[in-house]
């Protein structure tokens, strides 16, 4: 009888000590954290928004190439025309006529440097302009893109790569492609394409 005794109570235990393993095991499955990261420069890369405003920029920018080239080129123009009177006329042109020439010729040589800068100017502000602008987009879309896939998935937290010093190489962690997708699926949208 004591042997059965023992026996059911070392059973009872080994039940006991089974569903408290089990109930620990169900308590550290709630507490494994699912984490997520996305690449926000492949974002910025692959919007379509991204690659339509690129497009714009390169057509305009050169249109501005195209400019100063004609522009270059008449002033490049008149320069030689300006330096040839000089020479042919040197000898019967007084000291003042000649530094006048000269300096006519160091001031259209300036005015090609200003506009050259003014170009390049134009060209660097543009871009700037519309890369803030699809900044701009970013910050106000992504992050409810992000939070709707993150919440639909069960990632707890969310991260930009670059943030992070070590991410493994595993795929699934890298939300970047979905949060594309999703992201670009919507400009599509707005824009009626």
Do not use: H, W
């Amino acid at each position: 009888m004591r042997r059965k005794k023992n026996k059911s109570l070392i059973l009872l235990l080994i039940c006991l000590s089974f569903m408290v393993g089990l109930s620990v095991n169900t308590a550290r499955a709630d507490l494994v954290v699912k984490i997520g990261y996305v690449d926000f420069v492949r974002i910025f890369q692959g919007y379509e928004k991204t690659r339509e405003f690129e497009a714009k920029l390169m057509m305009e920018n050169e249109a501005d190439q195209k400019m100063l080239s004609e522009r270059r080129q008449m002033i490049e123009e008149e320069i030689d025309k300006l330096r040839e009177e000089l020479e042919t006329q040197a000898l019967m042109l007084s000291e003042s006529a000649r530094e006048e020439k000269q300096a006519e010729i160091e001031r259209r040589a300036e005015e090609l440097d200003e506009f050259s800068a003014y170009i390049e100017r134009r060209m660097i502000d543009r871009e700037a302009k519309y890369t803030d602008g699809i900044l701009k987009d970013l910050q106000t879309k992504l992050p409810s893109i992000i939070e709707s896939i993150a919440e639909k998935e069960g990632y707890r937290f969310v991260f930009d790569v670059r943030s992070l010093f070590y991410v493994t190489p595993e795929k699934e962690f890298d939300l970047t492609d979905k949060v594309l997708a999703q992201l670009n699926e919507e400009y599509r949208l707005n824009t009626g394409d």
